[in-house]
């Protein structure tokens, strides 16, 4: 059919790790420095599922096509239209952000993908993805999704203080990073406020967005919260180091994690990247965004980021630059390594 793609089948994608995103509006600029940012420091072969608005279609393939030849091999890429398959399109279309919703159909569309990374446009990935594509062998037989916290301290969170429906834990979740085992999903039957048995994922979406519509405000992260309230044996909690937000450390810094390991992904939620409010996320999207391809990582990334990051040291996240740096540092030792070793191996013989 027009606009349908093939999707890569198992089992050679197992060899790959699918990552999906969706782009409306004005994120195509957001979304390329994500993907830029995955495909800059992960190890295996990637796979993107792109979901975009129709005019966006041409602009993506054009601007993935000029990345050098080096990285375009280490990805495959597949573009999608917006579709829900369930209820009215233009209902979930104008769900919270535009087309948002569409992330609550990815296990009924990419039929043939086994396991998938889904992330918002504002996200960047500060160490490879393989790292977190291998909390999918942590899961237990009944996990079939991982999500990390909306927050860290209930008393100062906003479910917590505001949420007009149920949510999981004591803080809710957020939805910006998810890992999902879409075969577990596909085959589940999901408890809910519904009816007294189960439902399947897809039977379940659209009852559930008519019953609980007029007491949500975060859109698709709300209806997540509901599904894994009256479902929580099936999910997998991140460290919050796997989904850093500035109310991470906007509030004194409050993700232990970060602090142990480092930041993991970077969540510019609410806009960071294209304001002042928070000089440290802006500097670290800036630098990605501005790092030429086949440039050396340390002088060309490191370097850049280091300086910026000491005229943020009057902010609250810029008081603990060790907590951005930590990750990304470890990462690039590890590409400059390999890339020695691999150097040398080429030309021992000499």
């Known amino acids: 059919k027009p606009g349908e793609q093939k999707h890569p089948k198992e089992p050679s994608s197992l060899q790959c790790m699918h990552l999906a995103v969706v782009a409306c509006g004005d994120r195509l600029e957001e979304t390329l420095i994500m993907l830029k940012s995955a495909v800059l420091f992960s190890n295996r072969r990637l796979c993107f599922h792109i979901f975009a608005e129709d005019s966006l279609k041409p602009e993506f393939e054009k601007k993935l096509k000029e990345w050098p030849s080096s990285y375009t091999k280490k990805f495959e890429s597949n573009i999608y239209p917006i579709t829900f398959s369930v209820g009215n399109a233009q209902e979930w279309k104008k769900l919270f952000k535009p087309c948002a919703a569409q992330r609550l159909f990815l296990p009924v569309i990419l039929k043939d993908v086994d396991s998938l990374l889904y992330v918002d446009t504002d996200v960047l990935f500060l160490r490879p993805i393989d790292d977190i594509w291998h909390l999918l062998?942590?899961?237990?037989?009944?996990?079939?999704?991982?999500m990390a916290p909306e927050h860290e301290i209930p008393k100062i969170g906003w479910y917590s203080r505001f949420a007009r429906h149920p949510y999981y834990g004591?803080?809710?979740?957020?939805?910006?990073?998810?890992?999902?085992?879409?075969?577990?999903?596909?085959?589940?039957?999901?408890?809910?406020?519904?009816?007294?048995?189960?439902?399947?994922?897809e039977e379940m979406l659209y009852p559930l967005y008519q019953k609980y519509k007029n007491y949500i405000t975060w859109g698709d992260q709300d209806l997540l919260n509901i599904i894994f309230y009256f479902n929580p044996e099936c999910l997998y909690v991140f460290p919050c180091q796997w989904n850093y937000r500035?109310?991470?450390?906007?509030?004194?810094?409050?993700?232990?994690?970060?602090?142990?390991?480092?930041?993991?992904?970077?969540?510019?939620?609410r806009g960071v990247y294209h304001d002042d409010k928070q000089p440290t996320f802006k500097a670290l999207y800036e630098v990605i965004r501005d790092f030429p391809f086949e440039d050396n990582l340390f002088q060309s990334l490191y370097y850049p980021l280091q300086s910026k990051f000491l005229d943020t040291v009057h902010t609250l996240c810029g008081r603990i630059p060790q907590v951005f740096l930590k990750q990304i540092e470890k990462t690039m030792k590890k590409v400059y390594e390999n890339r020695v070793i691999v150097y040398l191996g080429a030309n021992h013989r000499y």
């Not at 899961?139 to 079939?144: K, M, R």
């Not at 990073?177 to 039957?189: A, D, F, G, K």
Request: hydrophobic share 30%; charged share 15%; aromatic share 6%.
């Open 246 to 269: 500035p109310d991470h450390c906007m509030y004194g810094s409050n993700c232990r994690g970060a602090e142990e390991e480092g930041v993991s992904i970077l969540h510019g939620n």
């Open 170 to 201: 004591s803080t809710g979740l957020n939805s910006g990073v998810m890992l999902m085992n879409l075969t577990r999903i596909r085959s589940t039957q999901f408890k809910n406020s519904l009816i007294p048995g189960g439902l399947s994922w």
């Open 137 to 146: 062998r942590e899961f237990n037989s009944t996990q079939l999704a991982a």
